[in-house]
């Protein structure tokens, strides 16, 4: 993150506030929905591998469940905050209404960088989390899922004590398991898969032909990767690629104008999404800074790293040459960067748009664990195309026939759907 005043807790109350508004909600609604219904803080003890003990600090929060179970990730990351939880968990609740999945909003976390940790290390950590939490979270009530620097593995380790604390199996209590495990084909692709499903839709919108453009990419892990290898199968070019960069403490951003082999790319990228500065340079790209992955002159800029990206600061670096912004990280953009991007006509597909596509093959996950029956790959990726096009034209379609700018239409949908909810179980 790259300012310490950033607060993503009141930028998603900012959010939400100006939804109410254009929704003339009740104050109850309102008061209600702008905070948590439930929130968990505690520690973790964690032996170490050396025989000491590290205390993390955990979290999770379910922000909403009027349409159903609580859903959403675990991230672990050093800077992790409860406010960022909290506004994680508020984002989830309107993604799962915006693409009409019949589950509400949660999200958690850990203080703690994994680059730190032995494997074992983050296994006693993955256990720590679930021990503490067992009584609050299930298949029924909060089914949690990988984030940033979480994955298949961490997921596998929290439901096996889930299991061995509840004396029973439970797949459907967490998803983003491996396949085989209770996992689901076509999980690992869905997030950057439906990023790239929504920009299809928002392309045929504009009339742009998608085999013209080039587009830039910050961030390259789960969501990124796949997003840039369903975009490439569209006939999309990608020039550029910006990761953080451990060693250093800083990301850069990596430019090869004429594009690049995804493959080739990936051999020289780790499990944590940071590609080899020395080794993409002899594969012929230029090597820039962190920042330039935002001002490249390309027609499509996926911001698929982390929150308060695009800012009132740099927005006005983007190049005129850009006409959409696919959110696919959480809350990338910045209130007054929104301004901006309004004014200029850029068409910004929302995170809780364009990144649903994890959460509703998450859901599918829960529905093929709880069935203990699996789809193949293909229909479980048609479904997520249905449901993803659906959302995106359904979105687009208020957004037209109101003149919103897409994030306000796809918020007034999203709240109008939990607030129903609410009303209609007699909370509000
Ligand atoms: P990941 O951990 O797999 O990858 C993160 C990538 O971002 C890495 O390449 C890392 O090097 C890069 N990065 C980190 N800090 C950076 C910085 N300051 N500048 C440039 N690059 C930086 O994470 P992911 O799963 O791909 O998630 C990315 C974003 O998408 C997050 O905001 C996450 O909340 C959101 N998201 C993920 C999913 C999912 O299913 N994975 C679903 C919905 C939303």
Known sequence: ??????????????????????????????????????EYQFTIPVRMDDGSIKIFRGFRVQHNDARGPSKGGIRFHPQETIDTVRALSMWMTWKCAVVDIPLGGGKG????????????????????????????IGPLTDVPAPDVMTNSQHMLWMLDEYEAI??????????????????????????????????????????????????????????????????????????????????????????????????????ITDQFGEIDKNRVQELGFEVLEGSAWLEQEVDLLVPA????????????SISKRVKIIAEGANGPTTPEAD?????????????????????TCSYFEQVQSNQNYYWAKEETLGKLDLKMTNAYLAVSEFGNKNKLYLRDAAYM???????????????V
């Not at 550029?240 to 104008?257: A, D, H, L, P």
């Not at 901006?340 to 959460?359: Q, S, T, W």
């Open 1 to 38: 993150m790259n300012d310490m005043a950033y607060n993503p807790y009141k930028m998603a109350q900012r959010q939400f506030d100006d939804a109410a508004e254009l929704l003339d909600l009740d104050q109850a609604t309102r008061d209600f929905l702008r905070v948590p219904m439930r």
């Open 109 to 136: 976390g850990v203080c703690c960088d994994p680059h730190d940790l032995s494997l074992l290390e983050q296994e006693r950590l993955c256990r720590g989390w679930v021990r503490a939490l067992a009584k609050n």
């Open 166 to 267: 509840r004396g029973a199996k439970y797949p459907g209590f967490i998803t983003g398991k491996p396949v085989g495990m209770g996992g689901s084909l076509g999980r690992v692709e869905a997030t950057g898969y439906g990023v790239m499903i929504t920009v299809r839709e928002a392309m045929k919108e504009l009339g742009i032909d998608l085999q013209n453009t080039t587009a830039s990419f910050q961030g390259f892990g789960n969501v990124s990767q796949y997003a840039i290898e369903l975009y490439q199968q569209m006939g999309g070019n990608p020039v550029c690629v910006s990761c953080w960069n451990q060693g250093e403490q800083k990301s850069y951003s990596f430019v090869k104008k004429d594009g690049f082999e995804l493959k080739t790319l990936l051999s």
């Open 305 to 316: 790293a982390l929150e308060n990206q695009i800012t009132g600061e740099n927005v006005r």
């Open 339 to 359: 301004v901006v991007l309004k004014e200029r006509g850029v068409l910004v597909i929302p995170d809780f748009l364009a990144n649903a596509g994890g959460v």
């Open 413 to 427: 949908i999203s709240v109008d759907r939990v607030a129903n909810a609410c009303r209609a179980r007699g909370w």
